[in-house]
């Protein structure tokens, strides 16, 4: 417990450290490719975008409330919810013991009440400590209680693989808990994502699942006029379309959308026009959107940071199989995943354990130039 505690307060030091240290390859990288078409200069980096969200929801309703690890006298450990504490006070901003299935209970017990607790894991991975208060006392007791009794609580924190936090602390939970009848799931990917699904998922009846990424906390996205607004929301359920294609369709979720982004760049020299989709929601999963875009594409790739085997690109080429797309397919789905292995903790293996863009551009040619 004490190592544990020791090493939540460094982490975010390091990765302030790592962070600076490629503070100029992340201008240069969001300069050269904008990713959302916007009107005005507004930016908001995925951290401040999470921040601003709870914010305006604590204010618009005063049952709305935080606990976790170092959430309020902390700031959190990736200075998420920085300055909450100041605002709202320790009794709407709760520092908790280290104990995750505590907590997530207490969470799951203040939503049963009445009250909408945003439980915030340091991890996902230590969430595997309440997956019982998440999967049974949350996800299950709207629907056996006939409706009667809604479970209104957000459990969110950084989900999937980091930088060199070794095999325990680098998986992806997506598909773990999309599984899960009762259960919303989501993994934003840009700002905007993350500010119109946290505020979503906050309002909703459901237990919710957010899932982020830690390496995008520092990334910033350009932000809408509308996204500014304190009444801004992003439906749960809908895929958005990053980027209009006919030639291919990338479909991703969280980081592996900015490797997408990238991947379809990088096509677009050599003439291929590839389609963009961020799935946004993991559960319930927008199909529709998908089915669409592989009709007018006839190709399709699925990338995700998660392990390969029962992943969410396995479920969405399982459901495009069985729709009216698999007879518009010219080349076999494709699924670009993390290694089936534990998590490296070796640099060079980790580099080699996740999808990068290079792959993705290698994968999609294959798809495009070979017929089933």
């Known amino acids: 417990m004490v190592s544990r505690l020791a090493l939540s307060r460094l982490a975010p030091v390091l990765n302030v450290a790592r962070a600076s240290s490629s503070a100029a390859s992340r201008r240069v990288f969001r300069g050269a490719r904008p990713y959302s078409t916007t009107d005005n200069d507004n930016t908001m980096t995925v951290r401040d975008a999470l921040n601003v969200a709870m914010e305006e929801e604590m204010l618009r309703d005063e049952t709305v409330f935080i606990l976790g690890e170092e959430v309020a006298r902390y700031n959190g450990a990736y200075k998420v919810t920085k300055g909450l504490m100041d605002k709202f006070g320790e009794k709407r901003v709760v520092d908790t013991p280290i104990t995750e299935m505590g907590f997530a209970g207490i969470a799951v017990g203040a939503a049963l009440q009445g009250l909408r607790p945003i439980c915030e894991f340091m991890t996902f991975n230590f969430a595997m400590q309440a997956i019982d208060q998440i999967v049974n006392s949350a996800g299950k007791t709207y629907y056996m209680s006939g409706g009667n009794v809604p479970c209104p609580v957000v459990f969110r924190g950084p989900n999937g693989a980091a930088s060199g936090v ?59 006029q509308e996204a500014m607004s304190d009444n801004f929301l992003v439906p749960i359920g809908k895929c958005k379309v990053e980027r209009e294609g006919s030639d291919i369709t990338f479909v991703g979720h969280s980081k592996m959308v900015s490797h ?18 961020n ?27 998660g392990f390969p085997a029962f992943g969410v690109g396995s479920e969405i080429c399982a459901q ?53």
């Open 279 to 305: 799935l946004r929601s993991i559960r319930p999963l927008d199909i529709d959107t998908i089915i669409k875009s592989v009709k007018k594409t006839n190709r399709l790739v699925i990338v995700e940071g």
């Open 320 to 372: 495009i199989v069985e729709s009216e797309a698999f007879d518009y397919l010219d080349a076999p789905v494709e699924r670009v995943t993390g290694a089936d292995v534990p998590t490296p903790y070796a640099t060079n293996l980790e580099t080699l354990a996740f999808p990068d863009t290079p792959l993705i551009v290698k994968v999609a040619k294959r798809a495009l130039y070979r017929t089933n």
């Open 166 to 224: 070794g095999a325990q602390h680098s998986q992806d939970y997506a598909a773990w808990y999309g599984s899960v009848p009762g259960l919303k799931v989501v993994s934003p990917w840009s700002a905007e994502d993350c500010k119109g699904l946290l505020k979503s998922a906050i309002r909703d009846p459901n237990p919710v699942v957010f899932l982020e990424n830690e390496m995008l906390y520092g990334t910033s996205f350009p932000m809408s």
């Open 260 to 277: 997408c982004m990238e991947a379809a760049e990088a096509l677009a020299k050599e003439g291929i026009k590839a389609e963009v989709i």
